[in-house]
């Protein structure tokens, strides 16, 4: 026998002894028909997703003037045209409020939502050259770009506290339910921003759409006026009062100003509809994104 051969079945007894490390195995199958969301992947990369927001807060900031004064201008300037056109003007009511502060306080949370969807309905397009050459959860990309709009609300909150000394309005206990709110915020941003993200990637002209939704969104949002006087309206159609529910951005801005500035009713109907649909636009949304992921790095 060869000197050889019998070290090496040496060699192959001493590595399938009782010590010896089974090799992992990797089996790929095909996927079924129901896609699992994996929502725990968020938190296991959450670094990455730190460093995600992080970068797109500065990149934001980069080279500007006013640096982080923009988060307050820009709903300190629309709420002024709102005030003018819509207050002074049109005479629209706003629940015996003054209109700068009816205005501003809905802007807030608004601005929010409409730059979160604009920049992460394109931030997996941006992102092409990560997806195309590591893996890591592609729900991390347009979640950091909603998420790093979180800064710019904490930059504008203060003016909004601003103008509440200024006009001698005192939040009551409801402001204890701001933060229930913020995250309703989020759950819609998050949402919608998912549904948008995904079909961007698919469809590149989603990105000329998404102007005109954010437009269009504004106006079917108590934003300008009262969800006080939506509901008559409704009802002079036939159409229950919770129906204006269906947009939830309408539930998270009436509530945030009932929980701030104290308006005269709750509307507990509206918030809770809105609240109903953030979670299937959330879902959906995520649901859709994780059944189109797979095809990301082929055609994005």
């Known amino acids: 026998m060869w000197p050889e051969l019998e070290e090496g079945r040496a060699g192959v007894a001493s590595c399938n002894g009782p010590l010896a490390r089974p090799t992992p195995v990797l089996v790929i199958g095909a996927a079924g028909r129901r896609v ?5 992947e968020i938190w296991e990369y959450r670094e990455l997703l730190y460093f995600f927001v992080w970068r797109d807060v500065k990149v934001r900031y980069k080279q500007t003037i006013l640096g982080a004064a923009w988060a307050v201008l820009q709903p300190a ?3 002024a045209v709102f005030t003018i056109f819509f207050g002074r003007l049109a005479g629209v009511p706003s629940d015996g409020l003054p209109y700068p502060l009816f205005a501003y306080a809905g802007l807030l949370l608004w601005t929010f939502f409409s730059v979160g969807i604009s920049q992460a309905s394109t931030s997996l397009v941006g992102s092409a050259n990560l997806i195309t050459k590591v893996y890591f959860p592609r729900l991390v ?6 998420l790093s709009g979180l800064v710019d609300l904490l930059v504008a909150t203060p003016f909004l506290v601003l103008l509440m000394i200024a006009y001698r309005v005192r939040p009551g206990l409801g402001i204890l339910l701001v933060p229930a709110l913020l995250l309703l915020a989020l759950a819609t941003t998050v949402g919608v921003a998912l549904w948008l993200s995904a079909l961007t990637v698919e469809y590149r002209d ?4 998404v102007p005109f939704l954010v437009q269009l969104w504004l106006f079917v949002t108590p934003v300008i006026y009262p969800a006080s006087q939506v509901g008559p309206l409704l009802a002079s159609w036939g159409l229950p009062p919770w129906l204006l529910g269906l947009n939830p951005m309408a539930g998270v801005v009436e509530g945030f100003r009932w929980a701030v500035l104290g308006t005269p009713t709750a509307p507990w109907p509206l918030v809770a509809s809105s609240a109903v649909f953030a979670g299937i636009i959330l879902v959906s949304g995520a649901s859709y994104f994780r059944t189109v992921e797979r095809s990301f790095a082929d055609v994005v």
């Open 77 to 79: 300037m629309s709420a």
């Open 36 to 40: 699992p969301l994996r929502l725990h």
């Open 206 to 209: 989603v990105r000329y759409i």
């Open 141 to 146: 990309v347009p979640a950091a770009s909603v």
